[in-house]
């Protein structure tokens, strides 16, 4: 789709989901057009698609024919759009699995802000050509929307990702952000008294680490307050600087806010912020420093950062869709229910960088991974208020 068309779609605003929720982008898994060199979210990729047809969305050997397919899903993601690296990739993943290893269809849609939300889970449960049975909203911006969307049509299944709303016809799948991000923490804690160097960056000594959230809020409060606990576990003279940007989507807000974070001592960030933390990834290259990614192995999604990104702190967001999908599927969606997924369930985890996590020491692995059993075991209690650490 060209950029005049794109642009015109956006300006007449979203009428029907066969209009607009097929302007599908993004890359695939592991490629390079997360970090700036291919499409971005703004930019689309894949094109327009149908509602329901899966013209844009089956792989080889899938029958694309609208409807033939015994499930129809419709994706509406969070505002970072897809190409994200991290959060909305992730969704896209399970999808994609569910497309593969249940044979259902699936369309797309990727709002620009939040005030579309409401709008695009209306007219995917509006669509009758096809029928969707599932309407699944990826991020917690998605819950007010959704709390007025789903009273109004009882007998459209929804799910939500990041948040709980409390609706029969509702499937709510949430983490314990605050598990896998402790060992985030841990790790930062750890390196920064070290003189450690590895790829292009190094520490410098100050004992001090950096957390960029994207929007504040209770859901990122949990990546702030396990990373804050992990570290202070780790080491309780280590400072920890933080700040919030305001937007999932601003790489230069990302790095300008590194950047500062960098100059005044940090050598180790660890964002949560979606597309914001490729600015912070720009920044660390820039600086010769370190950052930690999440929701995504954000070395191989974001590979030309792979020589500064520690670890990353992954999400099983692809899970959670595929789960509600597969149930769906099987007859068996679960309207009403909350499912939280931590470390125990392997919902969250700390995955080490495809270039950095071999030079990572045997004994500061050794370590996490002793704190990510009594976390398991209930002997590590981890707080998710920031302010509490």
Do not use: W
């Not at 695939?28 to 899966?54: M, V």
């Not at 939040?114 to 209306?122: A, L, M, W």
């Not at 520490?203 to 804050?228: M, P, Q």
Request: glycine share 16%; charged share 20%; proline share 2%.
């Amino acid at each position: 789709m060209d950029m005049e068309r794109r642009d015109f779609l956006k300006g007449v605003g979203v009428t029907t989901v066969a209009g607009l929720a097929g302007c599908t982008g993004g890359p695939e898994a592991g490629g390079e057009n997360g970090d700036g060199n291919g499409s971005s979210p703004a930019e689309g990729g894949a094109g327009t698609t149908e509602a329901g047809n899966g013209s844009g969305n089956q792989s080889e050997g899938t029958d694309g024919a609208s409807g033939s397919a015994e499930v129809n899903v419709g994706m509406v993601y969070a505002t970072g759009g897809l190409g994200d690296g991290s959060f909305n990739d992730q969704a896209q993943q399970g999808i994609k699995r569910a497309q593969q290893e249940l044979n259902i269809n699936f369309d797309e849609a990727e709002p620009s802000q939040v005030s579309e939300f409401k709008t695009f889970q209306q007219s995917y449960a509006e669509e009758t050509n096809p029928n969707y049975d599932l309407v699944s909203c990826i991020g917690f911006l998605q819950a007010d929307a959704l709390s007025e969307t789903a009273p109004q049509y009882p007998d459209q299944q929804f799910q939500i990702v990041d948040s709980v709303v409390e609706e029969s016809n509702v499937a709510s799948y949430t983490f314990k952000e605050q598990e896998g991000s402790f060992l985030a923490g841990q790790l930062a804690g750890l390196l920064t008294t070290k003189e450690f160097s590895a790829g292009a960056g190094q520490t410098n000594g100050d004992a001090t680490v950096g957390f960029v959230g994207g929007v504040e809020g209770e859901l990122i409060g949990r990546f702030e307050a396990g990373y804050k606990a992990g570290v202070a576990y780790a080491n309780q003279d280590v400072e920890v600087l933080s700040s919030y940007v305001g937007d999932f989507n601003d790489p230069a807000g990302g790095k300008e806010t590194a950047l500062s974070m960098y100059n005044n001592g940090a050598d180790i960030i660890y964002h949560a912020s979606g597309n914001t933390g490729t600015g912070v990834f720009q920044a660390a290259q820039e600086q010769g420093r370190f950052a930690i990614g999440v929701d995504r192995d954000q070395s191989q999604t974001k590979s030309s950062f792979a020589d500064v990104i520690l670890a990353s702190m992954v999400k099983r967001v692809d899970t959670a869709v595929f789960t509600c999908v597969e149930n769906v599927v099987n007859g068996d969606f679960q309207g009403g229910s909350a499912t939280t997924l931590g470390l125990s369930e392997e919902g969250v985890s700390l995955v080490y960088g495809q270039q950095l996590g071999g030079e990572i020491s045997s004994d500061v692995k050794s370590q996490i991974e002793s704190a990510r059993t009594q976390i398991i075991d209930g002997g590590i209690s981890v707080p998710t208020d920031p302010s509490s650490v």
